[in-house]
């Protein structure tokens, strides 16, 4: 079935640190990717999103490539801020006709950046 | 626009009770969601619906029933509650392909 599987986690880094968060997908249809990040307290919301292979998704400084070859959407930043804290998910749409908009979330992974 | 609106913010219950966690978008939604976020294990599915009077199981819909009596709300409904269902609930909706949460109902039950 279709899965998501994030790096384990937490992460911790110093303020203009570079960022990379590891998601891979299974390879069942042709999902498009996302990643949603949760700050403290408060629902997820979409940090960035690819419909297809090579295509590049990016927003406030972060980037995501659609790599189907190794069925890859690592998330990067190359500076990071206190204020990019937050629990980052990485998610693919579901495979079929009949996947009503429906996501498979990864495990989430949680980031700390330290001034 | 409110967007997705979830009440309580928090919830204790004791084993057995019951209770229902609101849910209602103003976006004019078609597609809604249920989800619960338990530490370190990501969102699960738990009910979805497609449109008003249409609604069908996920990934962990036991414990739990929904209703869609209308396109802005979408109920949750914990029968008997268990210490199991102690989580963050969170519902969402979404008319193309990006998701729209709510904030997030975080239940007890002890």
């Known amino acids: 079935g279709d899965s998501v599987t994030q790096m384990e986690g937490p992460v911790t880094l110093s303020e203009e640190a570079f960022l990379t968060i590891n998601c891979t997908y299974t390879?069942?249809?042709?999902?498009?990717l996302f990643w949603y990040v949760q700050y403290p307290g408060e629902g997820l919301q979409l940090l960035l999103k690819?419909?297809?292979?090579?295509d590049k998704g990016s927003n406030k400084g972060f980037e995501a490539t659609y790599r189907k070859e190794t069925t890859s959407f690592h998330l990067e930043k190359g500076s990071v801020q206190v204020s990019d804290s937050a629990v980052y998910f990485c998610a693919r749409s579901n495979a079929g006709g009949t996947s009503y908009g429906k996501l498979t979330f990864g495990q989430g992974t949680i980031l700390t950046v330290h001034p | 626009n409110a967007g997705v609106t979830q009440t309580p913010k928090f919830r204790i219950l004791k084993i057995g009770q019951s209770m229902t966690l609101q849910c209602a978008q103003d976006m004019n939604h078609n597609y809604m969601y249920w989800y619960r976020q338990d530490p370190g294990m990501g969102l699960k599915l738990i009910y979805y619906?497609?449109?008003?009077?249409?609604?069908d199981k996920g990934e962990v819909p036991n414990g739990y029933n929904v209703s869609r009596s209308t396109t802005e709300d979408f109920p949750l409904r914990l029968e008997l509650a268990a210490p199991s269902q102690t989580s963050v609930y969170f519902c969402a909706s979404t008319q193309g392909w990006e998701q729209f949460f709510g904030p997030g109902t975080r239940l007890t039950v002890l």
């Open positions: 619906s497609v449109g008003a009077g249409i609604t």
């Open positions: 690819a419909t297809k292979a090579d």
């Open positions: 390879a069942t249809g042709y999902p498009s």
